[in-house]
């Protein structure tokens, strides 16, 4: 089956700075690929995704590369607020199913 | 608020035992997912539902099944509770059944098991 792998698990970025999350897949079958914000005791909130005949896609701060060769992904936040603090949780699948990564916990220091 | 609502926010309960956890999907989507989210394992797919059929299914023990009925909500039942499956469990709604597409998830329900 399917295997999502994300680092790094914890990122800590001064206020405005840029913050990559990265994920790689195992199968190349997938082509679905959801980002969710989840803050403290709240539920998941997607934020950005790509399905797999795109390269990139962009929401203001946000973007998500892929490179389906290489089967990874990417999210970048550019100038990063303190409300961007949260744990980021990527995601690959395809018709019959759905695989998140273990999180990052994203700090950002005011 | 995403407009998906589950049902009870908490629920503590003793080992051996079975519940039943709630999800009303937002109003016009079809598909509902369950997912397990524990400390050590993050978020795990366990089970899809579209249009009252089973869809996908995920790391989902045989302990657990799940339910959607004609008007659209579903139903999680875990029985034989162990330690192990005190979890929040989200339940999430999209308009399409084919694949995954902006699902948008409840506030989950909290479970204990002591």
């Known amino acids: 089956g399917e295997n999502v792998e994300q680092h790094p698990s914890t990122l800590s970025v001064q206020e405005g700075d840029s913050a990559v999350i990265k994920c790689t897949y195992s199968?190349?079958?997938?082509?679905?690929f959801p980002w969710y914000k989840q803050e403290l005791g709240k539920r998941p909130q997607l934020i950005i995704d790509?399905?797999?005949?795109?390269g990139e896609k962009k929401d203001q701060r946000i973007a998500v590369t892929l490179n389906k060769t290489a089967k990874h992904f990417s999210l970048h936040i550019t100038e990063t607020q303190p409300e961007d603090s949260a744990v980021y949780f990527c995601?690959?699948?395809?018709?019959?199913?759905?695989?998140f990564g273990t999180g990052t916990r994203l700090t950002v220091i005011p | 608020d995403s407009g998906v609502t589950q049902t009870p926010k908490h629920l503590i309960t003793a080992t051996g035992q079975r519940v039943t956890l709630r999800c009303s999907p937002r109003?016009?989507?079809?598909?509902v997912y369950w997912y397990q989210q524990s400390l050590d394992q993050g978020l795990q797919f366990l089970i899809q539902?579209?249009?009252?059929?089973?869809?996908a299914k995920g790391n989902i023990l045989e302990r657990f099944s799940a339910q959607q009925f004609p008007d659209l909500h579903s139903e999680l039942n875990l029985s034989s509770l162990e330690l192990g499956d005190s979890a929040l469990y989200f339940c999430?709604?999209?308009?399409?059944?084919?694949?995954?597409?902006?699902?948008?998830f409840g506030p989950g329900t909290r479970l204990t098991v002591t």
């Open positions: 999430a709604s999209s308009v399409e059944g084919d694949g995954f597409y902006e699902q948008y």
């Open positions: 199968d190349s079958a997938s082509n679905y």
């Open positions: 790509i399905r797999s005949n795109v």
């Open positions: 995601a690959g699948g395809g018709a019959n199913n759905l695989f």
């Open positions: 109003s016009g989507d079809l598909s």
């Open positions: 539902y579209y249009n009252g059929e089973e869809r």
